[in-house]
């Protein structure tokens, strides 16, 4: 089975600092994947990557960095955390880089900035 | 561009009724089409799946999806629902190809009473 962990399930931080979660997959696939999950909104893309070192936005990267140094492991960055980002963040990856497929998700980290 | 919407935000159903979740998508050809579970406290699960051929669509947990294209629609069936059904449910939609970019719905809270 695949595997998607994420370094944290809950995350308490306060506005300003600066914020790292990971995610780590365990089957060797192209693309990751960061999701924020906001009741009312469904899950919104942040930023994905296809490849090592490569990362395309998603529809609401403002405010988000991302990095992505091993291909199992795809971190997103705030830069400066606001209580605007207070939210879920689910991570997610899926097999082969050009074609769609299924997204294996990760448990989400709840990131709540005080 | 894609849109997904779910027109139910809550819907709540006895044990062993039947259920039927919603979803009409916007997308000028065939999209692919999703359909998610994410249990309280988890990350998102597939149920199944639409790409292409039977437009009737069999997945995990005893669930099916029929995909109308006269209708832009993927609607989520099952027979008899059991309370450990009670979760969220997502549609999403993809475009063929690319990167496997998800557009997401709102979400369905689905309560199951006894």
């Known amino acids: 089975d695949v595997k998607v962990t994420q370094s944290s399930r809950y995350l308490v931080k306060r506005t300003g600092e600066k914020v790292f979660l990971e995610c780590v997959q365990d089957?060797?696939?192209?693309?990751m994947f960061w999701y924020r999950q906001d009741p009312g909104l469904g899950l919104r893309l942040i930023y994905f990557?296809?490849?090592?070192?490569?990362?395309e936005k998603g529809d609401i990267p403002e405010g988000y960095s991302v990095s992505r140094e091993k291909k199992e492991r795809f971190s997103l960055i705030l830069e400066s955390a606001s209580t605007n980002q207070t939210s879920m963040y689910l991570c997610a990856s899926s097999k082969d880089r050009g074609s769609t497929d299924t997204q294996y998700f990760g448990p989400g980290t709840r990131l709540t900035v005080l | 561009a894609q849109s997904v919407t779910q027109p139910d935000i809550h819907i709540t159903v006895s044990e062993g009724a039947s259920l039927e979740l919603r979803c009409n998508y916007s997308?000028?050809?065939?999209?692919?089409l999703f359909w998610y579970v994410q249990s309280p406290g988890q990350g998102l699960q597939l149920l199944l799946k639409y790409f292409s051929g039977d437009t009737l669509v069999q997945g995990i947990k005893g669930f099916e999806a029929e995909f109308k294209r006269s209708q832009s629609s993927f609607n989520l069936r099952k027979p008899s629902v059991h309370w450990s059904d009670a979760a969220e449910y997502f549609c999403?939609?993809?475009?063929?190809?690319?990167?496997?970019?998800?557009?997401f719905g709102a979400g369905t809270r689905l309560a199951v009473h006894p």
């Open positions: 997308y000028g050809a065939t999209p692919y």
């Open positions: 990557s296809y490849d090592v070192k490569m990362k």
């Open positions: 089957m060797d696939h192209e693309n």
């Open positions: 999403a939609v993809a475009s063929p190809g690319g990167y496997n970019k998800l557009i």
